[in-house]
């Protein structure tokens, strides 16, 4: 008993915040990767749900409170419930394999498995490469930026530097509103 | 000026008077209506009814009115009850139901048994308190827990229990007119009879003394 | 009474200081020297178990307190008696212990899923449902000093959190596989969805007065007297008052309390998205709904009626987190009163209501909001902010609802 508690307490508490980070990331990482592989489309979307909430997460353990509660606000909340109302309204997508266009171009399951891996790992590996050849690679992870009061320095930020911006923004959502509105209005015969 | 929102608050008025009202109205005793039930049980109508019971006349033991004549039994629709007639020490059949059994929990009470008996003996009854914690045979009644007498039906339903008295009443009177008249009638036939061998014997008597 | 008031942390510190006892005792007989941040780590993660259980207790108390006193108290207003059997061995209590009696039934009840039903996502939705829900009383102010997290973006975790809930009824739709299921699902999620918008600007313009997003900051802003005498709540303005209602409006649609619960009522959708549930998995959906009914009215509390603020000076020997329960307990009861006294919307009325209604009279409380920011909070300011919160809400008053619901205007859709 006694060495037992002397074991426990030599382990390294200290990197504790390591493990927060790997956590979160592990989980965004399998969640996404069960969302490209699932076969039933509607487990697809909410093991993106998943993935969305670990990355809210792993911004709030990185210190950015207000931008992992607006990750999940927006996109637990809103761009969720537009994957899942759209898989819901289209008809079933069981496409069979003889109505299927493409089939003129399907070598065999292997190929392209293969081909789609190869994708993959390049594109992966172009990621890393900028990350790691980026000049702010080696340098250790700065302090929480905005101790005090993030939303306040986001806001001015907002509203100071990146104007126009927003702006834009604004315009681009209120036209995607209208648009959707008329989309979806019937036509009423007159 | 109709501001939106006015009647709600008029609606949330009228709730809020009913609140107050239901503690501190002194006519509160009518204004909630709610019966407690164990300590309070409900009125019944007179023709309220539910299973059927038979009736005895005084005593359980020999005024039974059912003669087990398996009519009831004929013509229940979900086929309910079962009867078996009683037999006498020689193994003769008599006209009582050894096995008079209900199974309330098939019975719908529509009261068709009782249309059709013609010895006025199955009745309905309007008790509800029947429940019981096995699922299976425990809501068949017995012919001991269905026998109750004349008065209790008389208390239950007065003016059915008027109107079949009455017709009880009648037949026996009918009955027993009859019975008097087919009295008479067998008296006047004897009489007559006997007058006819007292005539037959008198005429001939006066054959002898012309000699 | 600075005893009574700082009750709850005395407590708090009493058992903390019990725990610390403990351990230096139990240090001292084993023999064993544990290093230096062991004790203190260990009376965090006490500290922190302490206050978890508590703000559990006491909302699960509270909820099982609010089944039996809504039942009651509708009972009243309907001209009955509610449930007032169920006592503690022989004496009846008005019926308060029922919530025993439910809890029993619910826990007793067998729990069924249908055949064809997803089995993972079905177990799933009342998890989600839950989860949030439990999550939502941390950031609330219960009194001076009695937060559980302060968090500077306080106000935006709650919203945060709520889209867990869109989320959960989704799953419980769905995964049924039952139309009837599905279609309560898709229609709680767009009452849920189209009344989240005025809540979230109504929070937002509590925030904007007050300036920080932090609800400390805006319980503390909403303090102090005008002229001595008045409480400075924003639910005494123009623009807090319209701001207070539309949020107690959101605060009604997204916990689907009458007159919108329509996703859950027995004559439209048999259960609506909780058709399939039984049992545990129900008992959860429903505390998970009143744990969250209780804390988006203490967040009301928090943004428009001060928080744990006292009404006046002379009132402020009572302890402020007797304050916050008590006005949240009012917020309960106007609840229950509301359901009693309104019928349920139909989803197009309701739908309506929150998009042409609600959403533009939270954009004009917030425009009056701003302008009386900026005119000085002074007289003048107050009558721009009224002006500028009365108008359009005759205006769409008129438009949305006089006008077309005249006898020779109502859309009747159906019956040619």
């Not at chain 2, 008029?10 to 239901?22: D, E, I, Q, R, Y």
């Amino acid at each position: 008993m006694h060495d037992l508690i002397q074991k426990l307490t030599a382990l390294p508490w200290d990197q504790a915040p390591q493990w927060l980070f790997l956590l979160p990331a592990l989980l965004m990482l399998l969640a996404a990767a069960a969302a490209v592989m699932l076969r039933n489309l509607i487990h697809c979307a909410l093991c993106l749900t998943l993935s969305f909430i670990a990355l809210g997460v792993l911004f709030i353990a990185l210190g950015a409170e207000f931008v992992g509660f607006v990750q999940l606000l927006v996109y637990v909340g809103a761009v969720t419930m537009l994957i899942l109302f759209a898989i819901l309204l289209t008809p079933a997508s069981e496409v069979a394999a003889s109505n299927n266009p493409f089939r003129a171009f399907q070598l065999s399951k292997a190929i392209n498995a293969a081909l789609g891996g190869g994708v993959a790992l390049l594109v992966l590996a172009g990621l890393l490469a900028a990350i790691f050849f980026s000049p702010h690679a080696r340098e250790a992870v700065p302090p929480a930026v905005a101790a005090t009061a993030p939303a306040k320095a986001i806001g001015e930020n907002l509203l100071n530097h990146t104007l126009l911006p927003l702006q834009g923004t604004a315009i681009l959502l209120t036209a995607a509103l209208i648009g959707a509105a008329l989309l979806a209005k019937e036509e009423r015969p007159s | 000026m109709n501001l939106p929102g006015s009647g709600i608050f008029k609606g949330m008025a009228v709730t809020a008077l009913n609140f107050v009202g239901s503690f501190f109205d002194p006519k509160r005793e009518k204004r909630l209506i709610t019966e407690q039930y164990p300590e309070e049980r409900p009125t019944l109508v007179e023709t309220s009814r539910s299973f059927p019971f038979l009736i005895f006349d005084n005593d359980p033991e020999t005024g039974i009115r059912c003669v087990a004549c398996k009519i009831c039994e004929k013509e229940c629709p979900p086929q309910c009850i079962y009867i078996v007639q009683d037999k006498d020490a020689n193994g003769k059949a008599i006209r009582r139901p050894a096995i008079f059994d209900i199974d309330i929990s098939v019975c719908m009470g529509c009261q068709i048994c009782v249309e059709v008996c013609p010895f006025e003996s199955i009745r309905m009854d309007n008790i509800y308190e029947v429940s019981s914690y096995g699922r299976f045979g425990d809501l068949v009644i017995h012919k001991n827990q269905l026998l109750k007498s004349n008065e209790y039906y008389r208390q239950i339903h007065p003016t059915e229990a008027a109107e079949t008295d009455a017709r009880i009443e009648a037949a026996r009177i009918k009955k027993a007119a009859a019975a008097k008249a087919a009295a008479e009638k067998a008296a006047a036939a004897k009489a007559a009879k006997e007058a006819e061998a007292k005539a037959a014997a008198t005429t001939t008597q006066p054959e002898q003394p012309a000699q | 009474m600075n005893f009574l008031e700082n009750l709850p942390l005395a407590a708090k510190q009493l058992v903390l200081d019990l725990v610390e006892w403990i351990c230096k005792w139990l240090c001292a007989k084993t023999g064993v020297t544990p290093p230096d941040w062991l004790i203190p780590a260990l009376l965090t993660l006490v500290s922190i178990l302490i206050v978890i259980v508590a703000i559990l207790g006491v909302y699960l108390a509270m909820f099982a307190l609010m089944s039996v006193a809504e039942r009651k108290i509708l009972a009243r207003m309907q001209n009955r008696y509610g449930p007032n059997r169920v006592g503690f061995f022989k004496w009846r209590l008005c019926g308060l212990f029922q919530p025993v009696a439910d809890g029993i039934k619910m826990l007793t009840k067998e729990d069924i899923v249908p055949r064809g039903a997803d089995k993972i996502v079905h177990f799933l939705a009342p998890v989600v449902m839950v989860a949030p829900a439990l999550m939502l009383p941390a950031i609330i102010p219960y009194g001076r000093g009695m937060i559980p997290v302060e968090l500077s973006s306080g106000i935006l975790y709650f919203f945060a959190l709520g889209a867990g809930t869109e989320l959960a009824v989704f799953m419980a739709g769905w995964s049924s596989n039952n139309k009837y299921s599905v279609m309560g699902a898709m229609r709680a999620i767009a009452q849920m969805i189209s009344y989240e918008l005025p809540l979230v600007m109504s929070a937002v313009i509590a925030a904007l007065v007050a300036g920080t997003l932090s609800p400390v900051g805006i319980v503390e802003a909403q303090g102090g007297y005008a002229f001595g005498l008045l409480p400075k709540w924003f639910v005494f303005t123009p623009w807090g008052f319209a701001a207070c209602v539309l949020f107690y409006i959101g605060a009604l649609a997204e916990s689907n309390r009458c007159p919108f619960d329509l996703p859950e009522g027995e004559s439209e959708l048999v259960a609506g998205h909780l058709t399939e549930y039984s049992g545990f998995k129900y008992a959860i959906f429903f505390m998970a709904e009143y744990v969250g009914m209780f804390a988006i009215n203490g967040m009301l509390v928090t943004l428009f009626l001060g928080g744990y603020n006292a009404p006046c000076p002379f009132l402020e020997w009572i302890p402020s987190w007797c304050w916050f329960f008590g006005k949240l307990a009012f917020l309960a009861f106007t609840m229950v009163w509301v359901r009693a006294t309104l019928p349920r919307f139909r989803i197009d009325q309701m739908m309506e209501f929150a998009w042409k209604f609600m959403l533009p009279m939270s954009f004009a409380a917030l425009i009056s909001a701003a302008a009386w920011h900026y005119a000085g909070r002074g007289a003048q300011a107050w009558g721009i902010s009224a002006l500028l919160v009365g108008v359009p809400y005759l205006l769409l008053g008129y438009f949305c609802f006089t006008r077309r619901h005249s006898a020779n205007n109502r859309p009747y859709l159906f019956s040619e």
